[in-house]
Every structure is written in structure tokens, then in C-alpha cells.
């Protein structure tokens, strides 16, 4: 059943951490500097009019050893439960697929200024989506207590 799926970036993040540390994202800003070669400035035209970007990017500086394909403690606290890797959004997924939304500051020409990018320079890009609100979830969210706790200090 395993397919072979080829991406492209699309651009990199520049700027903002050298580390994937776990919290306090909300206060790092960076660029996120499309590809000249694929696109041209009017790529983006209109973005600037949202507020907010969804980011997919991949994770490629994580190593093969450090992907999980079972459970694991997030953050490995042993107080919170084993959870499955796709119950949680650790960078040790089996595609190294990342998705966050994030404000979007500017949009110029190649150029998208963002903050609160969970991403570390150097990041590719994979695709850049405008955060709709018709595109958000319908009904009440719910989620497990350790998740909320995991997310008191992330943003």
C-alpha cells in the first residue's frame, strides 16, 4: 500500500529560531521567502488581505531514528498518557509533514513576513493557504486535558 509522493518547496523560512525549542512561538517572527524560480510576485497578490496563513512545511531536520510510527509520552512526560503519533503533532511524524496557522504580517511580492511560525530557518515550505473562516471547524472542538496543557506555553 506504500506510494511514493514527490513534493517540491515552494520557498524557505528565513529568519526567526535556529532551534526547535517547544514553546513561546507567538513571539518569533521570520520571512517566508518563496522560490523566484517557480513564481512570480503576483503568486501572492491579494494574501495580504488575510490575517492569517496556513503553513505546510516539512520537517527535514529530523532524523530517521527520531520518527515514530506507534505511541509515545508527548514531550516524553510520563505523566501525560501514551498517545498515538497521529494523536498528537510532534516534528517525529512518519512523512515530517508540519501544518500550522500563523498571522500574517505582510505580503510582498515573494515575501510573506509572518510570526508565530513553529518552523526554524532554513525550513522548506511546501504549500501557503489563506486561512478562511468557512474553512474552520464546525461545532465545538474537543480535545484531552494533557493537549491543552502541552499548548498553555507553545504560543
Known amino acids: 500500500m506504500s506510494e511514493t509522493i514527490r513534493l517540491r518547496a515552494i520557498g524557505h523560512v528565513r529568519g526567526g529560531r535556529k532551534e526547535p525549542i517547544d514553546d513561546d512561538w507567538d513571539a518569533v ?9 517557480q513564481f512570480q510576485p503576483e503568486a501572492t497578490a491579494s494574501l495580504g488581505d488575510f490575517s492569517h496563513i ?10 530517521d531514528e527520531e520518527i515514530n510510527r506507534g505511541a509515545r509520552h508527548p514531550r516524553g512526560r510520563t505523566d501525560w498518557p501514551l498517545v498515538g503519533i497521529f494523536a498528537q503533532r510532534g516534528k517525529g511524524r512518519p512523512n515530517r509533514i508540519g501544518v500550522t496557522v500563523c498571522r500574517l ?3 510582498d511580492g515573494l515575501n510573506l513576513k ?5 518552523a526554524i530557518d532554513g525550513t522548506p515550505v511546501l504549500d501557503v493557504k489563506p486561512v478562511m473562516t468557512g474553512f474552520l471547524p464546525r461545532g465545538e472542538v474537543r480535545e484531552p486535558a494533557w493537549s491543552k496543557e502541552l499548548m498553555d506555553r507553545y504560543w
Not at 55 to 61: E, N
Not at 114 to 118: A, M, S
Open 29 to 37: 517572527g521570520c520571512t517566508i521567502a518563496l522560490d523566484p524560480a
Open 54 to 63: 496556513e503553513v505546510v512545511f516539512h520537517f527535514d531536520q529530523v532524523a
Open 105 to 107: 504580517l505582510s505580503a
Open 114 to 118: 509572518v510570526k508565530g511560525l513553529d
